[in-house]
Every structure is written in structure tokens, then in C-alpha cells.
């Protein structure tokens, strides 16, 4: 995973005047040691600013279902932040469908959106929605799931997803001593946190004596965890532990293991924060998760396109982290909505 600059909760961005800069056109050929100048000047001369539609002081944001509550958590953050800084706030749902994604793109552009926060359908398959919305003059702010493209996007705030699954697995190897035997449930594959998850986890458990007995993906469902849940549990009643790319896959691997009545403990890890989780882990019926701070994430991209609108730039990297904080039984009781008021 490539290091991006960390930005905790809370942190404000710094704004700065951005300074555009022309470029004129001539008939005659340009010397040699002109044409070397002027290309050393252009990659140092900062991009245009995409602030066409600034005065419309229309925000869209647009996420995957929001039946799922960490994107509902999303829509609500950037709502609430965009309101209080003197906007209207659309917001829509792609339901992971990057066509679908696409076309409310398009909507945006054509109802003249000042800036797009998105939380995407897909990594590669999200870039040519960007790219329209660049071509528009519409600045796009990224959160919780990053494209796989630089330079689209004025900025894509991320969790820490390496740091938080890594101590999610720390956590269970400690509780299992490193023994026994496992199985994964991996979300969507087209996202980039799915395999940055997976292989913080493997990057710990493999260490230890604990072996995976399966992986299947439930893309990120609850449903869709359950019954592959039950299967696992079918084939492989021995397991002690399931670690899961999220909460919503976790929270359907614990019903699982609840129905199956087994005579050992199985140790359920996820990823998010939730609060069905945090209940789940309170009950005994879950280890922990990484809370991924969503909450805080989506209101700083929305403050940052308010900068980026008003002044031509967030003063910040492209891409950012925040960190994850860990959650168990020890803590559960300080996170709600995604938002942990422990120390």
C-alpha cells in the first residue's frame, strides 16, 4: 500500500491562494532552450482550479447503499457539515453498480454541482466518472474507498485500513495464542480496501501457528457473510476464529456461529466500527473491530472542497489517512455512530 500523509480527526486544513496561470499560443516555433523552459515550467505551474460552478454552492455526494449504516453515516456527515457551511447537499446512492455510478455523475454535472464527495463503486472502474467531472470543472473529494488513478481527484481521505486491520489481528492472535485454525471473509474485490485489509491480516496471522482453512468473499454483505458463514461452519466446525473485511460480513458470521451451537469459542473479527458490531462484541458474540472514523473523515473532505471553492486549495497531499482505533469488549461502550469518545 503506498504511505500517505496521516490526517487525524478534527484536523482543520490550512487554506492558501492559489494563483492561476495563462498560457498564451504563437505561430512562430518556440527555440530549443525555449521549449525546455517552458516545459520545466509546467510541471511546476499548479493545475486549474475547478471551481466553475463555486456560486452554486450545490454539493452531491454519492455512495454505495445506504442500507448498510457506515455509508448512511457518509450521506448524514456530509449533510450535516455541508449545511452549516452555507450549502445544499443531494445525496444519492450507487449501490456498488459503476454504471449506475456513472450516471449520477452525470447528473451532477448537468444540475451544475459545485463538488462531488464520493465514497466509489470501484477503483479502476470509478476514474472515467472523475475524469467527466475534472473535464466539467467539478472538483471530486474521495472518501473511505480511493481510485487508482493520481491527479483526478483534489483529495482522497481514506481510513488507515493497513493500520487498523493489522491491530484487529494482533488482537486475535493474542486472545487464540496464535493457534488453530481460521477462516476469512473477504468484501468486494474490485476495492482496493479489500485486499489492503486481507493482507494486514495476513501479514500478522501468518506469522503464527494459526491456519486458514478457507476465504471466500461475501462482498461485504451481511446476508451473503451469514451463508457463507454457515457453509464454512458446515465443513470446518473446528475453527476457532473468522476474520471478516467488515463489519456487516462479521455481524453475519456471528448469527452464524450463534445458530451453529457449537461447543468451543469462535473469535470474530471485522473492520468499520459499527454499532451492530460494537453490540455484537459487548454480547460476547464478537472479538473487535477497527473503527474506520467515517464520521470525521466525510466531514473533513467536506470542509476541504469549502477551501478548495473559496481559495483554490486544501493546502494537503491528494491522498490522506486517518487512523483506525481499535474496539473490544474493553472500550466497546465509548463508540457510537462511529464517532469513539474514548482517550
Same mark, same amino acid.
Given at each position: ?106 447528473? /451532477? $454535472?448537468?444540475? &451544475?454541482?459545485?463538488?462531488?464527495? @464520493?465514497?466509489? =463503486?470501484? #477503483?479502476? %472502474? *470509478? ?113 476457532? /476464529? $473468522?476474520?471478516? &473485511?467488515?463489519?456487516?460480513?462479521? @455481524?453475519?458470521? =456471528?448469527? #452464524?456461529? %450463534? *445458530? ?84
Amino acid at each position: 500500500m503506498k504511505m500517505f500523509k496521516k490526517v487525524l480527526a478534527g484536523f482543520v486544513a490550512a487554506a492558501m491562494v492559489a494563483t492561476m496561470v495563462g498560457c498564451g499560443s504563437s505561430s512562430e516555433a518556440p527555440a530549443a532552450e525555449d521549449t525546455e523552459a517552458a516545459a520545466e515550467a509546467s510541471t511546476e505551474a499548479p493545475a486549474a482550479v475547478l471551481n466553475v460552478n463555486a456560486d452554486n454552492k450545490l454539493i452531491y455526494c454519492i455512495t454505495p447503499s445506504t442500507s448498510n449504516p457506515y455509508f448512511g453515516t457518509v450521506q448524514t456527515a456530509c449533510t450535516e457539515e455541508g449545511e452549516a457551511l452555507g450549502y445544499t447537499v443531494k445525496c444519492v446512492s450507487h449501490d456498488d453498480d459503476a454504471q449506475k455510478q456513472a450516471e449520477l455523475f452525470d447528473t /451532477a $454535472i448537468s444540475e &451544475g454541482a459545485s463538488a462531488i464527495v @464520493c465514497d466509489n =463503486a470501484g #477503483a479502476d %472502474a *470509478s476514474i472515467e466518472a472523475v475524469q467527466k467531472a475534472v473535464d466539467a470543472g467539478i472538483p471530486t473529494f474521495m472518501v473511505d474507498r480511493e481510485i487508482n488513478q493520481e491527479g483526478l481527484c483534489v483529495s482522497q481521505i481514506v481510513a488507515d485500513n493497513n493500520q487498523g486491520a493489522t491491530e484487529a489481528a494482533q488482537y486475535l492472535v493474542e486472545v487464540t495464542g496464535g493457534e488453530g485454525k481460521y477462516a476469512e471473509l473477504l468484501g468486494l474485490e474490485s476495492d482496493t480496501n479489500c485486499h489492503v485489509r486481507s493482507d494486514a491480516f495476513h501479514a500478522v496471522i501468518d506469522q503464527t501457528n494459526m491456519e486458514m482453512v478457507a476465504q471466500q468473499s461475501a462482498n461485504w454483505d451481511q446476508t451473503e457473510g451469514q451463508q457463507k458463514a454457515e457453509t464454512i461452519l458446515q465443513q470446518y466446525p473446528d475453527i476457532v /476464529a $473468522i476474520v471478516c &473485511g467488515n463489519d456487516t460480513m462479521a @455481524c453475519g458470521a =456471528a448469527a #452464524a456461529v %450463534a *445458530s451453529a451451537n457449537l461447543d468451543h469459542e469462535v473469535y470474530i473479527i471485522g473492520v468499520d466500527g459499527s454499532n451492530d458490531m460494537r453490540d455484537n462484541i459487548k454480547d460476547g458474540k464478537a472479538l473487535a473491530t477497527a473503527l474506520q472514523q467515517i464520521d470525521a473523515i466525510t466531514r473533513e473532505a467536506v470542509k476541504q472542497a469549502n477551501d478548495y471553492l473559496t481559495t483554490g486549495t486544501t493546502g494537503l497531499e491528494e491522498k490522506q489517512l486517518f487512523p483506525c482505533q481499535l474496539i473490544n469488549a474493553d472500550n466497546a461502550d465509548s463508540l457510537d455512530n462511529f464517532v469513539y469518545s474514548g482517550n
